[in-house]
Structures are given as structure tokens and as C-alpha cells.
């Protein structure tokens, strides 16, 4: 395996008394994609700012391409010239044209700028004023100015925290475009599964500053450590060991977490589980069923169709 382009080594960070970011330890191989998810608190702005070189570190060391990134009492401005920071809060200068703005900012060849801009999908606003622009549209420029000053490794925090589905959904776009155009090295912080599931390569759980997991999307998906973990990446149910024995065949000391698609209905004098259907969301393609089971556990289940509340249904696994 080649060197990792970035290797995090034992960071922890501490702001004022209390402990921010517990050691952690991570690589980044070239072209590979994060994703950092944990709740609001649970250090994941800080995780990214300390790789940026933007936030001062209790012990460890962060090594792009193995040399150490400066922490940012080191520096008179802080951060590191081939890291890319984009924040929710991003900001462009008011009453600019959007060329003047990554004109400034350019250290690309002419016509490299000009395939960021038209990836970005910018090229056509170049002469508008930052003050005429949509939200959507000020993220991606912010996002182009940054690409075009050719960095390395590319961090995005809450990159569509404040987009509407449409301009998300573009964004979204402009990310997997640029992905495949051009090398870079992405770490995605997001509260949203439908953000990085797909996208990710790999996926960071925090919490309270501290790592519960760390592997690719779908064993985290299907394999969560713990309910916080799984509560994260969508709808889930508590198995408790009698029901997944009769659901399985299989026995175990503990309860199990099972996805919603894990389970389906079944007939009644076959299923292993009966229950009466307690809640019914309409989710677009198709229903998530709330079924109380005969114990009073509830579990959740997906149906090409609606139910009826309080019918009774068999419960399988699929």
C-alpha cells in the first residue's frame, strides 16, 4: 500500500478545561473519501479544524504527504497552504464580481480554473456580483475559490447545512463530478446519512470527542457498536435474545439492532413474531410500519405499501 497522504497521529485537543477531542488516530490514502458523523458537540468541527492546521492540539501531530502541519499558534495565519477548509459559515466579499473574488485567489493554469469553474457549475455567473447571488450559488463559488488555489486535501463541514433539497442536490452533483475529474482528497462532515452512505469510503464515528467506530459506510450500517452509533445512520430496532432466537434460529446472550429492511411481513400462521401495526410513515417508496410485538418490544420494518393501524401481522426475517 502506497504512504498515506495524510496520517493523524494521537491528536487531542483541549479548549479551556474541558477535553474537546480525545486521542485520535487516522490515514488518508490518496483519492479516498471521508465521512465524520456524531452528534451536535461531539467534535467533528474540531476534528477538522486541527487537520487544517487551524486549531491547537493537546499532544499528537497531523503529517500531509509526512510533513507536520503547523498547529495555528505556530503560525500568523493559521492553516496549511494545500488544506482547503470550507466552512457553513462561509463568507464572499460583498459588491464583487464573482471573477474578481478567484481571480485573487487563482494558482492553477488559466484553462484548469476555467474546468474548476465549469465542474462547479460557476462559469456562467462569473460576472455577477456576490450580491446577486443564491445561496446555493455562494457555496459553490466559495468552493470553486478554494479548489482553485490547488490543494491537496479538501475538508468540508456542514458543506449543505443551509441548502435547500434543490441546491443540495447540486451540490451533491458538483462533488461527484469533481471527484472523478480531478485527485482530491475529501473529509465530509455531515448530520445527514443520506450525505455520505453512498459517498464515503470510509466513516468516523464520535462521540464526546471521542472515536466508537471506524469503518466503511455498510458494516457500520448493518454493524453499528452501539444504539448511538446506529440511531445516527437512520430508523433501526432493539432485538431483544428470545425474539432474535424465534426470528433466526440462532441463539445469543445479547439483543441485536436490525435495520427496518432486514424485516418483513409475514402470514400469521407461519411468522415467527406477531404483532399489531402502531405507526405507518409514508417514506416515498413505500411505508416504515411500526409493529408492537406480543412482548410490547417495538420494531420497524419497510412495506411496498400501507397498513392498517392496529391490524395484527407476522413479522420475518426477510
Known sequence: ????????????????????????????????????????GSGKSTLLKAIAGLQNLKSGAVYLQGERVEEAWEKLIPGHRRIAYLSQHFELRNNYRVKEILSYAEKVREQDAAEIYRLCQIDHLLNRKTDQLSGGERQRIAMARLLVGAPLLFLLDEPFSNLDALHKQ??????????????????????????WLSWADELLI????????KDAPV????????????????AYSVINSLEWEQLSGEKTDSAKIIRPAALELGAIGTAPLIGQVKEVEFVGYGCLLTIELQGGNRVKLFHPESAELDSVVGVQLR
Open 206 to 213: 464520535l462521540r464526546d470527542g471521542k472515536q466508537l467506530q
Open 219 to 234: 458494516t457500520i450500517y448493518f454493524s453499528p457498536a452501539d444504539e448511538y452509533t446506529a440511531g445516527l445512520l437512520g
Open 1 to 40: 500500500m502506497h504512504e498515506p497522504i495524510l496520517e493523524v497521529k494521537e491528536i487531542s485537543v483541549k479548549i479551556g478545561e474541558r477535553m474537546a477531542l480525545y486521542p485520535i488516530s487516522l490515514n488518508l490514502q490518496a483519492g479516498q473519501k471521508l465521512a465524520v458523523a456524531g452528534e451536535t
Open 170 to 195: 447540486t451540490m451533491k452533483q458538483v462533488m461527484l463530478d469533481l471527484g472523478k475529474a480531478m485527485q482530491i482528497n475529501w473529509i465530509l462532515v455531515s448530520h445527514d446519512p443520506g450525505d
